[in-house]
């Protein structure tokens, strides 16, 4: 009876320290699954700061063997360094030995620096064989009437878990880097001018008569920019007419872009003209805007 309930004893101890292993094993993992960084192109002669916004996301994952309580609650706040080339709090790019001043924002209004004490937080529930992802969106703030050089500045930030906690079990949190890049001067330039476009229409025409003309536009690397005309219908002698661009907006390459005005005079018109043939002609403007 003795050796029996020995051994009894000794299986129920073997048992018992596989459960605190087990238990002791990470069970959650937090990684930055996507942190893209922010580029844009700076206009010095801007009279408002160039803000641009983009997102990061988390991702927790919980493995259907980890230990512990069927659900954990899960804690971090994840941090931002001031980049590579800080000068006391205030960040910058690096353009050789030349820099210009940026900030990244919690908020659009860039009031809110995300460093320091400024984190972003979570604290959610994780079961077992399951992953939560929380997406986050902070702002690139580069301040107006900086006069830096020509160049593409750049840096590189650290994104890190500040504090990292789950209620029961172990865990593991990764850190990660984004990238930043601001060019400057940004311009636009109508490369090719647009040309006339003429209607050959004959009045009460059965067929609608179509006319185009094509211009390029070219600006600098990632600098966003704005087409339009100062109207897009008149009447040239007594004939209506209405006129479309291929395109609205666009992002400037550094090399020429290609756009097309398309004009249109509807069928059926009778028009004003008093003799065999006239002519007349409207004078449109195009404007880009970045």
């Given at each position: 009876m003795i050796i029996k309930r020995l051994k009894r004893i000794i299986w129920i101890g073997a048992l018992t320290i596989f459960a605190i292993i087990n238990n002791a094993h990470a069970s959650v993992t937090c990684n930055f699954s996507s942190n893209p960084g922010f580029s844009t192109a700076y206009v010095p002669t801007d009279l408002v700061a160039n803000i641009r916004s983009t997102?990061?996301?988390?991702?927790?994952?919980?493995?259907?063997?980890?230990?512990?309580?069927?659900?954990?609650?899960?804690?971090?706040?994840?941090?931002?360094?001031?980049?590579?080339?800080?000068?006391?709090?205030?960040?910058?790019?690096?353009?050789?030995?030349?820099?210009?001043?940026?900030?990244?924002?919690?908020?659009?209004?860039?009031?809110?620096?995300?460093?320091?004490?400024?984190?972003?937080?979570?604290?959610?529930?994780?079961?077992?064989?399951?992953?939560?992802?929380?997406?986050?969106?902070?702002?690139?703030?580069?301040?107006?009437?900086?006069?830096?050089?020509?160049?593409?500045?750049?840096?590189?930030?650290?994104?890190?878990?500040?504090?990292?906690?789950?209620?029961?079990?172990?865990?593991?949190?990764?850190?990660?880097?984004?990238?930043?890049?601001?060019?400057?001067?940004?311009?636009?330039?109508?490369?090719?001018?647009?040309?006339n476009i003429t209607f050959n229409y004959t009045s009460f025409s059965g067929a609608a008569v179509l006319g185009s003309t094509t211009f390029g536009v070219t600006c600098t690397n990632i600098l966003p920019y704005t087409i339009s005309l100062d109207a897009f219908s008149g009447t040239i002698v007594g004939v209506n007419y209405s006129l479309a661009l291929s395109g609205s907006s666009g992002t400037g390459t550094g090399t020429a872009q290609t756009y097309t005005i398309n004009g249109t005079v509807a069928s059926g018109q009778a028009g004003t003209c008093s003799t065999a043939t006239c002519s007349g002609s409207n004078v449109r403007t195009l404007t880009i805007v970045y």
């Open positions: 997102t990061f996301a988390v991702t927790c994952t919980r493995t259907a063997s980890s230990g512990g309580a069927t659900s954990v609650t899960v804690s971090y706040s994840v941090a931002a360094s001031n980049g590579l080339h800080v000068t006391g709090t205030q960040n910058r790019g690096a353009s050789g030995t030349h820099y210009i001043n940026y900030s990244v924002s919690t908020d659009p209004a860039c009031s809110t620096p995300w460093k320091g004490t400024t984190y972003f937080t979570a604290s959610f529930p994780l079961a077992k064989s399951s992953a939560v992802t929380n997406t986050y969106t902070y702002y690139g703030c580069i301040p107006a009437l900086q006069a830096p050089s020509a160049g593409t500045y750049t840096d590189t930030v650290t994104t890190s878990f500040a504090v990292g906690t789950v209620s029961s079990g172990g865990s593991s949190f990764s850190s990660r880097t984004f990238p930043v890049s601001i060019v400057t001067p940004s311009s636009c330039s109508l490369t090719t001018l647009p040309g």
